[in-house]
């Protein structure tokens, strides 16, 4: 019964999508797959791309009518009028969700000619002007201000590169104290903690170059970036290619057909490369600050590897100091087995007619076997600093 509950749970929260549109206004909806592919008409392949439930690297597709986006946490379907957030229970989409109903609407502010204001006391000719003026300068503005769709999109990608990030920065506060406390002490404590470090650094790292990845792959193709144009693409005639009310997969055919769409509309909406300067400009922007979080990453990268082969370094000195100990007892065991040999020959019970009332030769043989063991380890350990075989 768990098993089961616990599946109609994530069932129903893939099912589950929040929609925002141009006034920033936000409702959930509780829809099944197939109407969501309807309603902003792609495939089911790129549906799945959105499945939480699944892992897809960060992706941004351009399709006839929408805008497919999945970029970490942010799984999205933004069209020319609103935008469709997957799971929006997600606490990280707390933030991004705020965001896009304060920043979606366009707030535009009437200014009168000379600027102070329209006074209550004021004819009706002109208030009726000043009316007038300020419906002008709306229009105006409104032609000005992007598309809704790179509004959207702007929103998405300056909060996920925010998010990685602020999470590259938590990750540096982190890092530098523990190496540095690591250099400073060895312990299975601050390995440990570094090791841990290093595995996070590494999983971000992988995160960030996805999505700058992806920015880079699409910041190379004019007709992708051509193919997120969507208010453009409504505007202009209906395609008989577009006709159909459910799109065809993309396949080779399909894509061939799209490319030579984009290029159609880039060459024949301004008839040259300014058409796309727009959406360059914004990439460029966010690529630039997810390849300077990705350079962060890359210098922490290069400071724990600077730790690392400082701390190889200490092991080896550490390791070659065991060794010239081991050089040295192993010399002072030579001289020492020849005095035991010594000590050995003189101590059988053989009776020896020089031993007989003779017993000062035991402090002479021990006095000589001794010096002459000293001798042979002062040679040993001559010989051993000469070859460079242990330190001065």
Same mark, same amino acid.
């Given at each position: 019964?768990d098993?089961q ?5 994530s069932l129903?929260a893939?099912?589950t999508?929040?929609v ?5 206004? %936000? ?15 792609i495939h089911?392949?790129?549906l799945r791309?959105?499945?939480p439930?699944?892992s897809?690297?960060?992706?941004? *597709? ?5 805008i497919?986006?999945n970029l ?17 229970a997600d606490?990280?989409?707390?933030p991004?969700?705020?965001e ?6 366009i707030h535009?502010i009437?200014h009168d000619?000379?600027?102070?204001g ?6 009706s000719n002109?208030v009726q002007?000043q *009316?007038s003026i300020?419906?002008?300068?709306? &229009?105006?503005?409104n ?8 509004r959207?999109?702007?929103?998405a ?11 590259a920065?938590e990750?540096? &506060?982190a890092a530098?104290?523990?190496?540095d406390?690591?250099?400073?002490k ?5 390995l440990d903690r570094?090791r ?8 971000l !790292?992988a995160?960030?170059q996805?999505v ?5 792959? /699409?910041?190379?193709?004019d007709?992708d970036m051509?193919? *997120?144009y969507l208010?453009?693409? /409504? ?9 159909s009310?459910?799109? &065809?997969s993309p %396949?080779?055919?399909s894509?061939?057909t799209?490319a ?7 060459t024949? !909406?301004?008839?040259?490369e300014?058409?796309?300067?727009e959406?360059?400009m914004?990439?460029e922007a ?7 979080t990705?350079?962060? /990453?890359?210098t922490l990268?290069?400071?724990?590897? =600077? !730790?690392e082969?400082?701390i190889n370094?200490?092991? =080896?000195?550490?390791r070659?100091?065991?060794?010239q100990?081991?050089?040295?007892l192993?010399s002072? !065991?030579v001289?020492?087995?020849?005095f035991? *040999?010594v ?14 009332n003779?017993g000062y030769m035991?402090?002479w ?9 000293f001798?042979?380890?002062s040679?040993?350990?001559?010989? &051993? ?5 242990i330190?001065?």
């Amino acid at each position: 019964m768990d098993g089961q509950g616990l599946g109609k749970k994530s069932l129903s929260a893939s099912r589950t999508w929040m929609v925002i549109d141009t006034n920033g206004r %936000t409702k959930i909806l509780e829809v099944e797959k197939h109407a969501i592919m309807h309603r902003v008409g792609i495939h089911a392949r790129d549906l799945r791309i959105l499945d939480p439930l699944l892992s897809y690297p960060s992706t941004i *597709l351009g399709r006839e009518r929408a805008i497919v986006l999945n970029l970490e946490h942010i799984k999205a379907i933004i069209t020319a009028e609103e935008v469709l957030l997957r799971n929006p229970a997600d606490t990280n989409l707390v933030p991004i969700i705020e965001e896009l109903s304060r920043g979606l609407p366009i707030h535009t502010i009437a200014h009168d000619t000379d600027g102070s204001g329209v006074e209550a006391n004021m004819e009706s000719n002109d208030v009726q002007n000043q *009316l007038s003026i300020g419906q002008e300068v709306e &229009a105006d503005e409104n032609s000005k201000a992007s598309p809704f769709e790179f509004r959207a999109l702007e929103i998405a990608l300056e909060s996920i590169c925010s998010f990685l990030d602020a999470r590259a920065t938590e990750l540096e &506060a982190a890092a530098y104290p523990a190496l540095d406390e690591l250099t400073s002490k060895i312990s299975s404590r601050n390995l440990d903690r570094v090791r841990k470090l290093k595995s996070g650094m590494t999983r971000l !790292t992988a995160r960030v170059q996805k999505v700058r990845d992806e920015l880079e792959q /699409l910041l190379d193709d004019d007709e992708d970036m051509a193919e *997120l144009y969507l208010t453009r693409k /409504l505007a202009m005639p209906a395609s008989p290619d577009s006709e159909s009310e459910f799109p &065809a997969s993309p %396949t080779i055919g399909s894509r061939i057909t799209a490319a030579s769409r984009g290029r159609t509309v880039t060459t024949n !909406t301004h008839g040259s490369e300014d058409d796309i300067e727009e959406l360059e400009m914004l990439l460029e922007a966010y690529f630039m600050q997810i390849d300077g979080t990705l350079n962060k /990453l890359n210098t922490l990268r290069e400071y724990i590897d =600077d !730790t690392e082969d400082y701390i190889n370094i200490q092991l =080896d000195n550490h390791r070659n100091q065991l060794i010239q100990l081991e050089l040295i007892l192993s010399s002072a !065991t030579v001289v020492m087995a020849i005095f035991s *040999l010594v000590a050995g020959i003189f101590g059988m019970n053989i009776p020896y007619p020089w031993n007989t009332n003779h017993g000062y030769m035991f402090k002479w043989v021990v006095l000589l076997t001794g010096l002459v063991c000293f001798a042979m380890f002062s040679a040993l350990l001559f010989y &051993a600093r000469y070859r460079g075989l242990i330190g001065t």
